[in-house]
């Protein structure tokens, strides 16, 4: 089965620095790889994902993700972090043998300062 | 369109009590999920439906049944609610095409289930 790793149950960052959140996967087939925010007390909304083509992609919100093949990574950047960015994110797979079924890591929270 | 919607929002149930949790989609997707989704461990997925008419088990299916109703509805029963069961449940729905896997999932809004 597949398995996804954040690094970070929080993070915390100024308004205006960098965000960078990490995902680290499991996979012995390329994988279908999605970024999911969670604002409090609602659903999952999709930031970005990768299927295939470019490895770099962009999402809303100024969110982007690079899909590192040889570090099994799909880390979550933006260059300048708003109050609004604060939630929770969450990163998942499409497992490769079973495009069915989706594996999401445990999530990480992000606190942004003024 | 409304999306996916789930109902009840809230709900309290006493062990050994039995409920069902109401899924419905409003964009014709043909896959559909069911997830719980506990502090600290994300979301794990308890039942699928890849299309109407099949339902398969997913990651923590022990404890509940499903219903792949029609297109529209998908539903989650517990039998027998127990405290471990105490969670957010969250549908989603998709477009599953084919062999492709990168297909978007479209969540519902979240049932917030006690069970004392």
């Known amino acids: 089965a597949q398995s996804v790793t954040q690094l970070g149950s929080h993070v915390s960052v100024s308004e205006g620095a960098l965000v960078l959140l990490r995902c680290n996967y499991s996979?012995?087939?390329?994988?279908?790889l999605f970024w999911y925010v969670q604002y409090p007390n609602q659903g999952l909304q999709l930031l970005l994902k990768?299927?295939?083509?470019?490895?770099l992609v962009k999402g809303i919100n100024g969110f982007e993700a690079e899909f590192k093949k040889s570090e099994t990574s799909f880390h979550l950047t933006k260059p300048s972090a708003h109050m609004s960015d604060a939630a929770e994110y969450f990163c998942a797979v499409s497992e490769g043998s079973n495009f069915n079924k989706f594996y999401f890591g445990s999530g990480t929270k992000l606190n942004v300062k003024p | 369109n409304a999306g996916v919607t789930q109902t009840p929002k809230f709900q309290v149930l006493k062990t050994g009590q039995s409920m069902t949790l109401q899924c419905a989609q409003d964009?014709?997707?043909?896959?559909m999920y069911w997830y719980r989704q506990d502090p600290g461990m994300g979301l794990r997925l308890i039942y699928y439906s890849a299309s109407e008419g099949t339902t398969d088990k997913g990651e923590v299916p022990n404890g509940y049944n499903v219903s792949r109703l029609n297109k529209r509805e998908f539903s989650l029963r517990l039998e027998s609610a127990a405290p471990s069961q105490t969670s957010v449940y969250f549908c989603a729905s998709r477009n599953r095409l084919g062999s492709r896997g990168g297909e978007t999932q479209y969540f519902g809004p979240g049932t917030r289930l006690l069970v004392l």
């Open positions: 996979s012995s087939v390329p994988p279908y």
């Open positions: 964009m014709n997707h043909n896959s």
């Open positions: 990768y299927t295939t083509g470019a490895t």
